[in-house]
């Protein structure tokens, strides 16, 4: 019996076409147990994250706002923007290859969305208004005190959280530090802050308490993306429909070859946090979060039927049984990502504290000193890469050249530029060219941060 595809989302609509309001069940198996730890750990990096500091700067610090970004120490400035892009870039192509091989886990197992939903926001709607049946039960209930209660009580700890994800997402982007300082200051120097802040709180309560799965089933595009990047070597969330169908009730201990092996009790539809049913095929709203799994396996245990009736395969694993084999189009992806790694790493190993740009004035010529030497008079920006001051100086690399500067600088500051102007002194016997290349070095501490070459002109012999 084949499978069936779906290219809507039917499981989150009734036959009114109004949204159906979901209450999946909870199944503790073992790839449950497997997805809360490492839920549990990406919970403590998030939240703790913008509050470690590495090389003197946050872990991870995406201030858009000041062009300022930090991954892991590594401070990327506006004159790095290129290894932002590539990263980006690197980034998006290893989401390519993960779902090419693996579908959509991340979203199951490591988005945001599913990791706040299903192990802080549900957790906490199971402690106030109890499982799936209760739940369920509550909703359809009049307002009564008890109901009521339970509700208020709900939403105000939805309403608190939110407040603190909006804050610790405040955190990746103004900086740790900066937050901290605005939370101790009086209320009234932050009037426009606070709204702000109030505004994603209340955006991720109406997203958790209300929208939900929306978010992954109709708002994200990632579901819709999946679709041209999976293929029928892709290990997805699948059910093995040679294996189970047709479906009917069995007793334990009883052998039916009329029948497959699924028994049809629907559980893992039950607990799946889209709703939707797995044994109609791939389809865009499953996130891979594995709940189909655990339940299937429980059940296959007590009808002694061997596990993984839903399971990761392929649909080229279910049709021909033979083991997962890694086609040609993913190891394309993984050259491609190896290369652009290699680059970026590369690019960063190559990265300099201090960035110099050195340019003739623009308008002039050289001048013909009393002394017999040729200058050409420059203009040079530096700018600080690290987060501490840096002391440096510009020197040339040629023998007999010299550097007289118009105001000498000594120290650069962190995380800043200083525009600079000077003169490049030759004798004029060493120049025996109108244009020539010279070449400049900026030191610090004795220790060379970078080369540069830039023209220098003079009278030709």
């Known amino acids: 019996m084949g499978t069936t595809f779906r290219d809507e989302a039917k499981a989150i609509t009734g036959n009114d076409k109004k949204r ?33 500091k590495l090389n003197g700067e946050q872990l991870i610090l995406l201030n858009v706002l000041e062009r300022k970004f930090a991954f892991f120490g590594i401070l990327i400035t506006p004159q790095d923007f290129y290894l932002f892009v590539l990263g980006s870039l690197i980034f998006i192509i290893f989401i390519v290859l993960f779902t090419a091989v693996f579908g959509r886990v991340f979203c199951g197992w490591a988005c945001p969305q599913t990791i706040f939903m299903e192990m ?37 700890l939805f309403l608190f959280i939110s407040f603190f994800i909006s804050n610790i997402f405040l955190a990746y982007i103004i900086g740790s530090d900066q937050l901290i300082q605005i939370i101790r200051d009086p209320l009234s120097s932050h009037i426009g802050g606070f709204v702000a802040i109030c505004a994603f709180t209340l955006v991720f309560y109406v997203v958790f308490s209300h929208v939900r799965e ?13 679709g041209v990047l999976l293929d029928k070597n892709s290990m997805i969330v699948a059910y093995d429909f040679i294996r189970g169908e047709p479906r009917g009730k069995r007793k334990r201990g009883v052998e039916d070859t009329n029948k497959g092996d699924c028994v049809d009790c629907g559980l893992c539809v ?84 201090i960035e110099t740009t050195i340019l003739r004035a623009s308008g002039t010529l050289y001048q013909l000193r009393d002394d017999g030497q040729i200058s050409n008079l420059y203009n040079a920006e530096f700018f600080n890469k690290t987060n501490r001051p840096v002391k440096f100086e510009l020197v040339p690399a040629e023998k007999g050249v010299s550097i007289q500067y118009v105001i000498k600088p000594t120290v650069l500051e962190k995380n ?23 070449k400049l070095q900026v030191l610090s501490e004795g220790e060379v941060l970078e080369n540069i070459e830039t023209t220098f002109i003079g009278p030709a012999n």
């Open 120 to 156: 802080v926001f549900r957790r906490i709607e199971r402690w106030i208004e109890g499982d799936a049946v209760q739940r369920k039960k509550l909703d359809a209930s009049p307002l009564t005190f008890e109901k009521g209660l339970k509700k208020t009580v709900k939403h105000s």
């Open 270 to 353: 039950d607990v799946c946090p889209t709703g939707i049913d797995i044994r109609k095929g791939t389809q865009m709203e499953c996130i891979n979060c594995t709940l189909c799994i655990d339940a299937c396996d429980m059940v296959m245990e007590k009808i002694n039927r061997p596990k993984r009736l839903i399971g990761f395969m392929s649909d080229e694993q279910m049709e021909s049984r033979k083991p997962f084999v890694i086609g040609k189009r993913i190891y394309s992806y993984m050259a491609i990502l190896l290369v652009m790694s290699t680059v970026l790493g590369y690019l960063i190993v190559k990265r300099t504290d």
């Open 20 to 52: 159906k309001w979901l209450y999946p069940k909870l199944i503790k198996g073992e790839l449950y147990k497997l997805r809360n730890i490492f839920g549990a750990f990406l919970l403590i990096f998030l939240f703790a994250a913008p509050f470690i």
């Open 416 to 438: 800043s530029s200083m525009k600079i102007t000077f003169f490049v002194m030759r004798p004029r016997k060493s120049v025996n060219a109108y244009k020539s290349d010279i």
């Open 214 to 226: 929306l978010v992954c089933t109709v708002v994200c595009p990632y579901g819709r993306l999946q």
